[in-house]
Structures are given as C-alpha cells and as structure tokens.
C-alpha cells in the first residue's frame, strides 16, 4: 500500500485536523457529532490488533465539522503534521486576566517572566503559550476550566479557532470567519454571544489555537 494511505498516517491525519482546531481526538468526535471514543488510540487496532480504519461517514462528518475539504485532510496524510510525543512546558495565563497590560507584547508573545506553566506536547514554537478557560462564551467546544494551546507564529486560515487582541485590550477567543485587508469577522462559538467584525486597525494581533485539554 502507497505510504501516503498507509493506516498510522490516515490516523495521523485525524490527529493532525484535530490539532489544527484545537481540539483532543476526543474533541473533535464530539464536535462532529460522533461517539467521543471514536477515534481513541483503542479504537484503531481490533481485539484481535489488526489495523481498524475510520469509515467514511466518520471522515466526512469530521471535515463538516471543521469546514475542511477533502483536499486539506489529504494534505495532512501526505505530510503528517501531529504533533509528537515530547513535552514542553508552557506559561499559562487565565483568559480572564489576558486583556490586562503586561502579558503580551505588541507581536502577540508572552512578556515578562516567572509564569505559571503547564506541560503540553511541544508544538516546535518557543512562543506557544497556554490559556485557561473562563465563562462559557466559548461552549459547546471550551468550557470553564479547560485550557487551550495558543501559537502566535501558526498560519492561521478561514475557519480557523483563533484568539484575537483589540486596541481596546479585549482578549477573545473566537472562530476566523473571513479576514480582508481592512476588515476582520469572528464568529462566536456560543450562539448566545454575538459574532465580532473589527476594522484591522482596531486589532493588536491575532494567533492559532493548535491545542486544547479537554
């Protein structure tokens, strides 16, 4: 079989979507409407240990749900993107306190020192920095307590799961839903919360979730 369909790189794949929305295997299951166990380690080797594959109604239910196409998702089998084994840690910094001055400078990074800080799979960006869910204006998908993985140097696409600083010190976490040279729109995970359009000038920075502990 071609490499670029063999077994562990089509879970791979699965590993790497996931990642790229910042969510858990587990995560994304659920965001696709599926069992959350479905794509668990367990679940891709028979009792027996022969190769188990994901179906294609577990496939295209995860790509509706991420708003990727078939081509994005083949592109992460030819060139896996998971992230690997190995930890780093990371500072960690509560949502709630984010807007205040002296956490970020002007790119985005964590400033100063003496963070609090977390362990996480080393996502190979010395700036990835974690942050930790307060309120619910970002359930189903985040809820209170939860802690997400933040890289200021991802490239970030539409769809993406993003968290964005204003000129008026609001930190957000948000879904990127169409980004011009003059005009930025955010929609909110919550369907209570209203979606967000800025004018560019009125954002400080925007970076990638690519992680989160659910």
């Not at 500072?91 to 205040?100: F, S, V």
């Amino acid at each position: 079989m071609p490499r670029s369909l063999s077994h562990n790189r089509l879970w791979a794949a699965i590993d790497a979507l996931a990642a790229r929305h910042g969510l858990t295997a587990s995560g994304l299951a659920k965001a696709a409407g599926l069992d959350p166990t479905t794509f668990n380690k367990s679940k891709r080797v028979t009792a027996a240990g022969r190769p188990r594959w994901p179906n294609t109604e577990s496939l295209a239910r995860v790509l509706d749900a991420t708003g990727s196409s078939l081509d994005a998702f083949l592109s992460l089998v030819t060139n896996d993107e998971s992230p690997g084994r190995a930890q780093k840690n990371v500072p960690l910094i509560g949502l709630a306190q984010a807007g205040r001055g002296g956490y970020f400078d002007d790119a985005g990074f964590p400033a100063g020192a003496g963070w609090e800080e977390v362990a996480f799979p080393d996502f190979k960006d010395e700036h990835a920095y974690a942050l930790e869910v307060s309120g619910d204006s970002m359930e189903p998908f985040y809820r209170e307590g939860d802690i997400i993985v933040v890289s200021p140097a991802a490239d970030i696409r539409r769809g993406d799961r993003v968290v964005v600083k204003t000129t008026k010190d609001e930190v957000m976490v948000k879904v990127l839903a169409r980004k011009t040279a003059n005009r930025l729109e955010l929609r909110s995970f919550n369907p209570a919360y209203e979606d967000r359009v800025f004018d560019m000038q009125d954002i400080v920075w925007m970076a990638r979730i690519i992680w989160a502990s659910q």
